[in-house]
């Protein structure tokens, strides 16, 4: 960068290796040395993919046309997926209040509840129960793996998988989430058990493979039958704005990836369904990063409001209060603005980390609160290694906008050029031995 580059140039659909494990400040300094904000300057250009051996896709869409299907007051449709617009949205519409919790025979309304009658719910009252309890349905999601190019051919892959609800950190305010895994036929993987419990599916090197996700809750409130006068111990509608995030890592790579669902249970029916101030909370890419020790990395947040569906921008942010829980000891975030007055979270690695796989889980302090988990991978600075590539697509001309102790930031002046068409930039040499 100080020095003339001496060649080869690289031509397009070429695939470049990514050096992880390099002090990453040696190449911003040497950008600072050589460039000014204002200068402009030739790059290559990919297309934002990186590609790792053993890499796989993760995509997460509600079920389609799952229940509770009814013709009284109840919406006949509780997934906005119809089969072909990959929606991931379950919903619950609010308990009715005439009458709550039963109908006019004095028999649990189960199309409010995200429930399941295999739950040992610790049910008190008399048969009416029973048979209601039948027509609890779970929130169901498909969570579909597919294997990319450059694979090893005919190299199965597992693929650990592990959920999590956007709720408290540690969990247990959402009504007690459990969940359960079935395969694509519908044979249970697992039984209900905590979100974070990992289950184990195999993914052919040939196509994808699905595992179907279950959400339910199994708080319990009582209720009284309006025409008896008895009162019952029945499922709870827990109601508020959370988000279902699925992990899955290749265990023969550590390759990981992440995917979001909705889960919404109403509190009105009428006007605005959830809080005032209620908000859906994710990260808005794959939560997945590395970075060395002592190094900071930042991760796009989306603040997404539960009743208009509009994104928060970091200047109307309900509070930028967080709390953190790690598997890293030491490590410290914030919510910070991005250039764009969009939400970040700046995760800074302590600089004695260990070079591992670790998670941190971020709680917004808001009223409500949520969280959300990013996996972050911290990688050895003296052993750097290349298990990521990506392939340039074209070259491009940039003018560089800011340079600061973490980034260089620039804004593309051409469109994409091919090496023919570069005139500034290019000017490899042979160097003498």
């Known amino acids: 960068m100080l020095t003339q580059y001496p060649g080869p140039d690289v031509e397009v659909g070429e695939q470049l290796g990514v050096l992880s494990g390099v002090n990453a400040g040696l190449l911003i300094s040497a950008m600072d040395t050589r460039y000014n904000p204002g200068d402009e300057l030739t790059a290559l250009v990919y297309n934002g993919q990186v590609f790792r051996a053993n890499d796989f896709q993760l995509t997460l869409t509600c079920q389609a046309g799952q229940g509770p299907i009814t013709t009284g007051p109840v919406s006949s449709r509780s997934c906005n997926n119809d089969g072909t617009n990959g929606g991931n949205y379950v919903y619950r519409e609010a308990v009715r209040t005439s009458p709550a919790f039963f109908n006019s025979s004095c028999q649990y309304r189960s199309e409010y509840f995200a429930g399941d009658g295999s739950y040992s719910y610790p049910l008190v009252g008399s048969a009416p129960l029973a048979t209601p309890q039948s027509g609890l349905n779970p929130a169901r999601y498909v969570v579909q793996l597919e294997p990319v190019r450059n694979n090893t051919p005919g190299s199965a892959l597992t693929i650990r998988l592990r959920a999590r609800i956007s709720g408290l950190n540690g969990g247990g305010d959402f009504g007690n989430v459990r969940v359960r895994w079935r395969d694509a036929s519908s044979s249970l993987l697992t039984g209900w058990q905590n979100p974070d419990d990992p289950v184990e599916v195999t993914m052919p090197s040939t196509g994808p493979v699905q595992a179907i996700l ?138 004695g980390a260990a070079p591992g796989d670790y998670t941190v889980d971020v709680q917004v302090n808001s009223s409500p609160q949520h969280s959300s988990r990013f996996h972050l991978r911290v990688t050895d600075p003296g052993n750097p290694s290349i298990d990521e590539w990506v392939v340039a697509l074209c070259y491009a001309r940039f003018r560089i906008s800011t340079i600061t102790s973490n980034a260089v930031t620039a804004r593309a002046i051409s469109g994409c050029l091919s090496p023919s068409e570069v005139t500034q930039g290019l000017t490899s040499r042979m160097l003498p031995w």
């Open 214 to 351: 279950e959400v339910i809750q199994t708080a319990t409130t009582t209720a009284t039958c309006p025409s008896t006068g008895v009162t019952y111990t029945v499922p709870d509608h827990v109601y508020g704005a959370q988000m279902v995030q699925v992990s899955a890592v290749a265990l023969q790579s550590s390759v990981r990836h992440t995917a979001y669902g909705v889960v919404g249970m109403y509190r009105t029916n009428t006007g605005s369904p959830y809080d005032s101030g209620d908000y859906f909370l994710s990260f808005a890419g794959d939560a997945v990063g590395r970075a060395e020790p002592g190094e900071t990395i930042t991760a796009k947040l989306l603040f997404i409001n539960a009743n208009t569906d509009n994104d928060l921008s970091f200047s109307s942010l309900p509070t930028t209060s967080i709390s953190v829980n790690s598997t890293l000891a030491g490590v410290t975030a914030a919510i910070v603005r991005g250039s764009a007055n969009d939400p970040e979270l700046e995760i800074r690695v302590p600089a």
